[in-house]
């Protein structure tokens, strides 16, 4: 496999196994410096690499050929003839979910379709095929959905099934414009970069946030637009899915040994370290302390 460069930390793919031969992964990079994830993935499998924030370089032959995702962009692998592992340099503040199946239960979903999707006929299973896309809104809210997931462990495989074939299903659309059947003002995709918008601004100002109607104000949505908008694409209510953004930055600040509680807990946006540790527990069920403890043992 590739050498890790120098200064690059080195990451794990979040890996769920909805079924035999399907799973989805997910990477989130929100630190200020490069991350290498990487994964065993045979000739046996399909790969579809959404990148929804950012940029990242897959990276072949131990390096000597690389292909770049941009932000908002799909990138479709498939080649029968070898193996083509997940190795990839994701940049500063990039998201990425992919979705890998194997061939014989990816060809079972289109079987009636193989020959408007072309990589799927006859002539072709023997080649390999590289394509990549732009990602629509309608895809990006399936995406965020995938990213954000915030229900019931038990359910998770199951949601997260749903959503794949959703996202395939986009993806192979005929219809170029089809529309986002969604929330209605969803359709509107100005609406959408407003709620991405309103995501951003939470993020950027963790520490001291604005109220709900500020934040309203701010992205010139109405209240009312915005809880419902949010919660369409991310899920969750717009402190809620701050709380865990919060959380999993203080954990991995915890993780890196840079600072203490109080300093981290500050960091977050809690004036008193007895706020962020209760904060912290309720999220993790253990004490910042106690975690620390736990990772560095």
Not at 78 to 88: E, G, K, T
Not at 171 to 184: G, M
Request: hydrophobic content about 35%; overall charge neutral.
């Amino acid at each position: 496999m590739t050498e890790t460069p120098k200064n690059v930390a080195q990451r794990t793919f979040k890996e769920t196994t909805v079924e035999d031969g399907f799973i989805i992964l997910t990477h989130q990079n929100d630190t200020n410096q490069a991350e290498i994830v990487e994964r065993e993935i045979d000739s046996s499998f399909i790969q579809f690499h959404f990148c929804l924030k950012g940029s990242s370089i897959f990276m072949f032959n131990n390096g000597s050929y690389s292909l770049n995702i941009k932000e908002e962009t799909a990138l479709l692998l498939y080649n029968p003839q070898r193996d083509l592992p997940i190795y990839m340099n994701v940049q500063p503040k990039s998201w990425l979910v992919s979705v890998v199946f194997s061939i014989q239960k990816f060809h079972g979903l289109f079987s009636q379709e193989a020959n408007y999707i072309t990589f799927l006929s006859g002539d072709n299973k023997d080649k390999k095929y590289y394509k990549d896309s732009a990602i629509s809104p309608s895809m990006a809210i399936v995406l965020n959905q995938i990213i954000n997931y915030n229900l019931n462990s038990s359910v998770k495989s199951l949601y997260f099934k749903a959503k794949a074939y959703e996202l395939l299903s986009l993806y192979f659309n005929r219809s170029e414009d089809a529309n986002i059947e969604q929330c209605p003002f969803l359709a509107d995709e100005t609406n959408v970069l407003k709620i991405k918008k309103a995501k951003d601004i939470i993020i950027a100002r963790m520490a001291e946030p604005p109220s709900l109607q500020e934040l309203a104000d701010e992205i010139q949505l109405s209240l009312k637009k915005l809880k419902e908008g949010f919660k369409e694409i991310y899920g969750d209510t717009v402190f809620s899915f701050l709380f865990d953004y919060k959380m999993e930055v203080a954990r991995k600040l915890l993780e890196s040994g840079d600072n203490n509680v109080n300093e981290v807990g500050l960091k977050v946006g809690y004036s008193t370290s007895s706020h962020f540790i209760a904060a912290f527990k309720k999220k993790y069920g253990t004490t910042p302390k106690k975690y620390i403890m736990s990772v560095s043992s």
